[in-house]
């Protein structure tokens, strides 16, 4: 949604500025039909962004976590590049992690810390103790349980949790 605003916004610009410059210069028919042919031009560029965007956003929303390790407290995931943990203003639940989690571990709603979103909703965070940014793959823990989250909750606050990141660099 974002995108196509933002490529109407561009093509509302271009097309001000066109009208603008088209009536104060007062050209001929010619040079009115070559700036209409580029607008044109611009208008199917940005449509095919748009389409390419909509395809990237559908494909992210089957993406789905390997699980790793699992016990009767935890579920440790890789959790593949371009999904998010959780919602945020601009992406509901759907294809995050915790919807993922949710699915898997129903018994697993409501546990850790209560959050809200900036507009007041409350933010679901099911299960994470920490986070990784959406386009950063990695080991992520989530918790079944609140005696799981508030431990591991606690080794994360006093940094006996070791963490390792690498990046490659091309």
Not at 94 to 100: D, M, Q, R
Not at 109 to 126: C, F, H, Q, T, Y
């Amino acid at each position: 949604n974002k995108v196509y605003l933002i490529a109407l916004g561009i093509c509302l610009v271009i097309g001000v500025f066109i009208g603008y410059s088209i009536h104060a210069d007062d050209k001929s028919q010619e040079v009115i039909a070559k700036y209409e042919k580029r607008v044109k031009q611009v208008q199917d560029s940005l449509a095919q962004i748009i389409d390419i965007k909509q395809k990237e956003i559908d494909s992210l929303k089957s993406l789905e976590p390997k699980i790793i390790f699992e016990n009767d407290d935890v579920v440790v995931i890789d959790k593949p590049t371009g999904m998010l943990v959780h919602e945020n203003l601009s992406a509901g639940t759907e294809g995050t992690v915790v919807e993922w989690f949710l699915k898997y571990v129903p018994e697993a709603r409501g546990v850790g810390e209560k959050s809200l979103l900036p507009d007041g909703r409350a933010l679901e965070r099911s299960g994470v103790v920490h986070r990784l940014d959406k386009e950063t793959s990695g080991v992520l823990v989530l918790v079944k349980n609140q005696s799981a989250y508030d431990f591991i909750k606690m080794q994360f606050k006093n940094r006996t949790v070791k963490k390792e990141y690498r990046a490659f660099v091309y």
